[in-house]
């Protein structure tokens, strides 16, 4: 089966941190994608990579940035946390199209 | 632009009646359609897709779905709910010109509550 792991299940943070999300996958899969999930709003995603040092901006980028320096690690990075960006953070890989999502993140920052 | 729409927040059903979950998309190309279902505190899972062939696709847990070009729809579908089926469900689509690499469009979710 595919895993993907995330790197914490819970995470608080205050206002202006340098927060880091990792995400790892064991089947090899090129491509990687970061959502934030938001009630009401569904999945929308923050960034995808199809390939080590590759990656596109997803529909809201802005205050995220990603790091994918080896195939089966794909990194969140929020420079400067603000209060809206507490949400559920959700990870997933895919390589034939079906996407296969890690447990998720619930960062809240204060 | 691709799109995805879930009309309905929130669908309840009796235990043991069939369920219906609505979707409804846009796309520009040929639609590949996926379903997925989100269990309290955990990730998404896929249920089914759809890429070409058969409207009726079957997929885990009993559940099938219908695409429908006509009308854009591909509806969820379960003959009878089990109270287990209660959970979070997203329809997402991509549009088919494009690689697995590009991204999928997911709807807002429609939450089910089956209720003994």
């Known amino acids: 089966d595919v895993k993907v792991t ?8 205050r206002t202006g941190e340098k927060v880091f999300l990792e995400c790892v996958q064991d089947m090899d899969h090129e491509n990687m994608f970061w959502y934030r999930q938001d009630p009401g709003l569904g999945l929308r995603l923050i960034y995808f990579s199809y390939d080590v040092k590759m990656k596109e901006k997803g529909d809201i980028p802005e205050g995220y940035s990603v790091s994918r320096e080896k195939k089966e690690r794909f ?3 929020l420079e400067s946390a603000s209060t809206n960006q ?4 959700l990870c997933a890989s895919s390589s034939t199209g079906i996407q296969f999502f890690g447990p998720g993140t619930r960062l809240t920052v204060l | ?7 309905e927040d929130q669908v309840n059903v009796a235990e043991g009646n069939p369920l219906t ?11 590949y359609l ?37 009308q854009t729809s591909f509806h969820l579908k379960k003959p009878s709910a089990l109270v287990s089926d209660s959970a979070l469900y997203f329809c997402a689509v991509r549009d088919a010109r494009y690689s697995s690499a590009s991204k999928i469009i997911f709807g807002s979710g429609t939450r089910l509550s089956i209720r003994p």
């Open chain 1, 75 to 77: 990194s969140l990075i």
């Open chain 1, 86 to 89: 507490t949400s559920m953070y």
């Open chain 2, 21 to 31: 979950v609505k979707c409804t998309y846009s796309v520009s190309g040929n639609p």
């Open chain 2, 34 to 70: 996926f379903w997925y279902v989100q269990y309290p505190n955990r990730g998404l899972q896929f249920l089914l897709k759809y890429i070409t062939g058969d409207n009726l696709v079957k997929g885990s847990y009993g559940f099938e779905a219908e695409f429908n070009k006509s």
């Open chain 1, 6 to 13: 995330q790197s914490s299940r819970y995470l608080v943070k």
């Open chain 2, 1 to 7: 632009a691709q799109s995805v729409a879930q009309p």
